[in-house]
């Protein structure tokens, strides 16, 4: 009873604050961006809530009791280096051309086409990855019902249609505020969702830590958290075993540079996915997504936007370090205890939660991951929403629309994405349910891998160069981008060619599409909006 009165306390007060702050919405524009003043501070909590979604929420643990060591914290370096970049270089153009969609830049830069091109792109690959991510919000929702409904032993497509009951409710809890509260409902939300997410976490540590001690002293508990981390015969997951505690892994073989190459290639958390792997997908994630951009022109200046995308990433760090450190000392709780875990590591800490959490912190954990499920959620509606009215309602279909008809079109269009979402997210629950081997990160993080190298790889050339780049060049780049993408997992699919890890596929298509798009010449009439000028 009392998990339940914390979860409902959660949801009266994300109401409450969404349809308060949200209420006289007048415009596109207000909808969108809040009337540009919201401070930079609200404006960093948001992007923490957005992009530590329901995947990071339950798979980073899940790694950490996996590896047993930081490796997977190494991709922060990226995220630090691609904010700062985002922050200095992607948002001045922005703020010049004071766009609400950032595809609207593309067509100042290059053309029409272009744009339209970037748009189409950017709302496919985010429902997709929008809708994945979905799917392990209602991990946790799923677990709880089946405990308490004695649902242990449901067959595989019983899960799904419960699955499916909790996605529905998550998206449409979200939908409700977010749909008439807009930017502003999902700001200040994110506010409260990143406070309880923090200190969710830290009570979560102290719990784990104290189950460790277990009477003893904290010598003996550290001694107790070394041994187990340590022991090499208890590996239940069953996935590569790295040095315990380990943080830094070069990727480096020694048995010569081309056994190096595929090495780093093939491994997701190394130094070099690190420095230019991560580098890339945060300039793609935060500097040419209108999910994340969106929230920082909500900022009064492109300074105060910058400061808060560049502050969240120096918070990335030790939010990362907490999550994957919450999932070693869950092997170390584990192995203690002699508790076999569930056979899909994303259920690992959800498990936990729901069969080994004192009540009350139990509700608090689940608040938290409704927290960050929803937060996620409702900037991608938002930014779905956005993106599809400023670029297709009004640019193409009713380019005469006054205000108010906008304004109209942006909620009901709010509500169509939020139907798509569950659809990939029913579609996700179906293949993991029959597939138990599927590992969280690489599905939430590599489905933006196949397009988001084509979208940076335009925006970087519209940036960094004046005279290069047009619409037609632009769209062979992009379809080359993602071409080379797929072609790769063909060849790895036929085991012609060494594995390409996920962090890996943003930097290739980059590379392919500025290398192409550059052999395209601007028009003079285009080229003034480059972010050189400004």
Not at 202 to 219: E, P, Y
Request: charged letters at 15%.
């Amino acid at each position: 009873m009392i998990d339940i009165l914390v979860v409902l306390a959660y949801f009266c007060a994300i109401f409450g604050i969404g349809l308060y702050v949200g209420r006289k919405q007048e415009s596109l524009e207000s909808y969108a961006l809040g009337n540009r003043n919201l401070p930079w501070w609200a404006i960093l909590a948001s992007i923490l809530a957005a992009e530590i979604s329901a995947a990071t929420f339950l798979g980073a643990p899940g790694e950490g009791f996996a590896l047993r060591n930081f490796t997977y914290a190494q991709l922060a370096i990226g995220t630090i280096l691609g904010r700062i970049i985002v922050g200095r270089l992607f948002l001045k153009p922005y703020y010049q051309y004071n766009v609400v969609s950032i595809y609207e830049y593309l067509e100042k830069r290059f053309g029409l086409n272009t744009r339209r091109w970037a748009s189409i792109t950017f709302l496919i690959s985010r429902v997709l990855a929008s809708g994945t991510r979905l799917f392990f919000a209602g991990i946790l929702l799923v677990i709880a019902y089946m405990m308490v409904t004695g649902q242990d032993g449901a067959g595989q497509m019983e899960t799904v249609v419960i699955y499916i009951a909790a996605l529905t409710f998550i998206t449409i809890a979200t939908a409700v505020y977010t749909t008439l509260g807009g930017l502003k409902a999902v700001v200040w939300t994110d506010v409260l969702q990143a406070s309880i997410l923090a200190v969710s976490l830290i009570t979560t540590i102290c719990v784990l830590l104290f189950s460790i001690k277990a009477g003893g002293d904290w010598g003996a508990a550290w001694d107790t958290i070394c041994h187990h981390l340590g022991n090499k015969d208890y590996n239940p997951c069953e996935i590569r075993n790295l040095k315990p505690w380990a943080f830094f892994d070069s990727g480096l073989t020694g048995q010569g540079l081309v056994e190096d190459i595929k090495n780093i290639l093939s491994s997701e958390y190394t130094l070099w996915t690190a420095v230019l792997g991560s580098t890339f997908i945060t300039m793609a994630t935060h500097g040419t997504d209108q999910d994340m951009v969106q929230r920082m022109l909500a900022a009064p200046d492109s300074k105060k936007g910058a400061r808060a995308v560049i502050l969240s990433g120096l918070m990335d760090m030790p939010i990362v370090l907490i999550f994957i450190s919450c999932g070693m000392l869950l092997f170390v709780y584990f192995a203690q205890n002699g508790i076999t875990p569930p056979e899909k590591q994303i259920e690992i800490f959800p498990w936990f939660i729901i069969h080994c959490l004192p009540v009350g912190v139990r509700g608090l954990l689940v608040a938290a991951l409704l927290a960050t499920a929803m937060g996620s959620l409702s900037t991608a509606l938002n930014a779905l929403a956005t993106t599809a009215t400023r670029d297709w309602y009004v640019d193409v279909f009713h380019p005469n629309a006054g205000q108010q008809e906008q304004l109209r079109a942006v909620r009901w269009l709010t509500v169509f994405f939020a139907v798509l979402l569950i659809l990939v997210g029913a579609g996700t629950a179906w293949l993991t349910v029959m597939d138990p081997t599927v590992r969280i990160l690489p599905i939430a993080l590599g489905i933006f891998g196949y397009t988001y190298g084509s979208l940076l790889g335009v925006f970087l050339l519209g940036m960094l160069t004046r005279r290069r780049g047009n619409d037609v060049g632009n769209m062979l780049a992009m379809v080359a981008g993602f071409a080379v993408i797929i072609l790769l997992e063909v060849l790895r699919s036929q085991e012609l060619i060494t594995p390409i890890a996920f962090p890996w596929r943003v930097t290739i298509g980059t590379i392919v599409t500025m290398a192409v798009g550059a052999c395209f010449r601007t028009p003079q009439s285009a080229a003034g909006a480059s972010g050189e000028k400004s």
